[in-house]
């Protein structure tokens, strides 16, 4: 006989929590709804000082030179292509292990997102994989940084020397991530963050690029507002009335103070918030591994992140597929996501560019067993336990009244 507790919710037994677990919540305080008030009281609403001092603390932070704050990563993706002059006829290489916004902006270019499959344990981009793809129209590899796991930069630096091509890093997970000493943001041409809502730090919107270049930096500034000549946000200090000059069409892609008086606080913060996740992220992986479950590969000589936990649901052994132990989860009250469907998979990428089922056999093979579940320095540790029981609970169950 099956206890009542032991039944998942999903086949009618009773919830681990009674209120809804959020994926990936972010914990906002006091200090940083303050200085969100004191922006509004300020009038000063868009780009200007607040944004300034938050570029300063990024560049110092990412040990990058100079650093660009954007409305999001992908803004920032976009810029860094194009002021590397990448378009029609050119081709990059990208993992498909990764939100659809990195090959999306690819495509923006007119440049073709070339994917090269990635390693299973890291799930992060496979430089012989990038070797076997790069062709003499290869412009740039764009690596991301999976999860908050730093990629393995020295083989993708030395093809990128190699072959003369410009990295550009997607670090949307990977704010605090450091490869063999050396700080994300400061290995590539380019680097892009995020600071979407569920991100690491959180400002609902928000981005930024850091760099090395003054040069690129500033070309990037241009483009990040309208490609108004550069003193352009300024124009209504009481520096002098300025008039502006369109040196080429750009994008809207600034961020505004009221984002940036957000992150300030939490990027002071940023050190205690990695404690936090690196807390859960332990007992997740202390909890979890077993037959049914593979958990995150630990690596020495990187600091992880810590955005994503992505465990894999082995189907064989625990009954269920991903998507059946993603609704359980669900309906346990615990919020999920899935990070992510292989891109070659994806209805506009496969039929533009004719991939197919086999194509990447790596990144297939996680698409169809990831599950991410809640992350973040705003659930608390009673929070991880239901997740840990509500997870063991499910598989205990399935894995004796199978429902493949
Ligand atoms: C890997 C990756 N790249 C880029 C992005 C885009 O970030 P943003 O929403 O700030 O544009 C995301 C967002 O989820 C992401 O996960």
Not at 9 to 32: H, W
Not at 259 to 274: D, N, P, S, V, W
Request: hydrophobic letters at 40%; aromatic letters at 8%.
């Amino acid at each position: 006989m099956t206890n009542i507790s032991d039944i998942p919710a999903l086949e009618g037994g009773v919830p681990v929590r009674d209120d809804f677990l959020v994926f990936g919540s972010p914990l906002i305080d006091d200090e940083d709804i303050n200085e969100v008030v004191d922006t509004l009281r300020s009038g000063w609403l868009s780009t200007g000082p607040k944004t300034q001092r938050f570029e300063d603390m990024f560049a110092d932070y990412a040990n990058a030179k100079y650093a660009l704050a954007l409305n999001s990563c992908t803004a920032g993706l976009h810029l860094a292509l194009i002021v590397l002059g990448i378009g029609p006829g050119d081709e990059v290489i990208t993992s498909p292990m990764t939100f659809t916004a990195t090959a999306n902006v690819i495509v923006h270019t007119g440049a073709t997102p070339v994917f090269a499959d990635i390693d299973r344990r890291t799930m992060n981009i496979d430089p012989e994989a990038v070797a076997r793809k790069i062709t003499p129209k290869t412009k740039a590899i764009m690596p991301v940084h999976f999860a908050g796991r730093p990629c393995d930069m020295d083989p993708i630096l030395e093809l990128a020397h190699e072959h003369n091509l410009f990295i550009i890093e997607d670090a949307a997970h990977a704010i605090e991530a450091v490869y063999k000493g050396r700080k994300i943001g400061s290995i590539g041409d380019i680097t892009s963050f995020s600071f979407y809502v569920t991100k690491n730090l959180a400002m609902g919107e928000g981005g930024i690029v850091t760099t090395g270049s003054k040069e690129l930096c500033e070309q990037m500034r241009i483009r990040s507002l309208h490609g108004m000549s550069k003193n352009a946000w300024k124009r209504y200090t009481d520096k002098g009335f300025q008039l502006y000059d369109t040196l080429m069409p750009g994008f809207k892609y600034n961020m505004m103070d009221i984002q940036a008086a957000l992150g300030i606080h939490q990027f002071e913060r940023i050190g205690k918030l990695l404690d936090v996740r690196d807390r859960h992220w332990r007992r997740y992986s202390d909890a979890l591994a077993s037959e049914f479950i593979t958990v995150p590969l630990e690596q020495d000589n990187i600091r992880h992140a810590r955005h994503l936990y992505t465990l894999l649901i082995n189907p064989d052994a625990a009954g269920i597929n991903r998507d059946t132990f993603a609704a359980a989860l669900q309906a346990e009250n615990i919020g999920v996501g899935i990070h992510f469907i292989s891109l070659h998979l994806h209805s506009y990428y496969s039929k533009t560019f004719g991939y197919s089922i086999g194509d990447f056999p790596e990144a297939e093979f996680i698409s169809e067993r990831t599950i991410s579940i809640p992350m973040s320095a705003g659930i608390t540790d009673s929070d991880v336990e239901d997740v840990i029981e509500a997870v063991r609970k499910i598989v205990g169950y399935y894995s004796k009244h199978r429902r493949l």
